[in-house]
């Protein structure tokens, strides 16, 4: 159901007509996105569905790439190390691949959302801090060194990544078997 704009109103929101927080501008932008897709999305468009000036919006986020961050932080909210996808007591492999797996599920439908994490380093997006934090978590009975963690974290982010913007179904579908050769290259160094 497409969103309808409300009337404009120019300036800061009063507090009796709306209550404007960055919170609601992203809860709105998501809904924007939803029904009128990623390429609609501009601060104009998204005052207007709130109905305010476009400028009101900048008291509560600096400008759209703030934007864009936050709502792939509102995307991928409760994955984090507090609530993992996997069970404490699943061996390594298997956590792997329930994170790979709920990870997948959450960016695969939104394209733009991977170009937004793919184009930030890990801490500058909270999805790609927390996905790192998941993978130490995963992968800590295999004590890697802190730079062979990072190169895994970025090998597997990257290699998601990949599935996600893949073209048809089929190829993200054979995602589980090629997470497979990961696996035996960390099951190699942990050997090794």
């Not at 909210?77 to 599920?105: C, N, S, T």
């Not at 994490?117 to 802190?146: C, D, H, I, N, W």
């Not at 579908?173 to 696996?183: D, H, K, M, S, Y």
Request: charged share 20%; net charge positive; aromatic share 4%.
């Amino acid at each position: 159901m497409p969103i309808r704009p409300a009337p404009r109103v120019r300036g800061r929101p009063r507090t009796a007509n709306t209550v404007l927080s960055a919170e609601l501008i992203v809860l709105t932008a998501a809904q924007l996105v939803r029904s009128e897709g990623w390429p609609r999305l501009s601060m104009r468009s998204l005052a207007q569905a709130l109905g305010v000036d476009p400028m009101a919006l900048y008291h509560h986020v600096p400008g759209k790439a703030a934007l864009l961050k936050e709502l792939a932080a509102h995307q991928c909210a409760g994955m984090d190390v507090e609530h993992p996808p996997f069970a404490p007591a699943l061996p390594w492999q298997q956590k792997l691949e329930a994170l790979a797996a709920e990870y997948l599920q959450r960016i695969a439908a939104e394209p733009e959302l991977v170009r937004i994490l793919a184009r930030s380093p890990a801490a500058g997006v909270a999805p790609a801090r927390q996905f790192a934090a998941l993978v130490k978590l995963a992968l800590a009975e295999l004590r890697l060194p802190p730079q062979l963690l990072k190169a895994a974290t970025r090998l597997l982010a990257d290699f998601l990544h990949g599935c996600a913007l893949a073209p048809d179904a089929a190829r993200r579908a054979t995602w589980r078997g090629e997470l497979g050769i990961i696996v035996a290259g960390l099951a190699a160094l942990r050997s090794a």
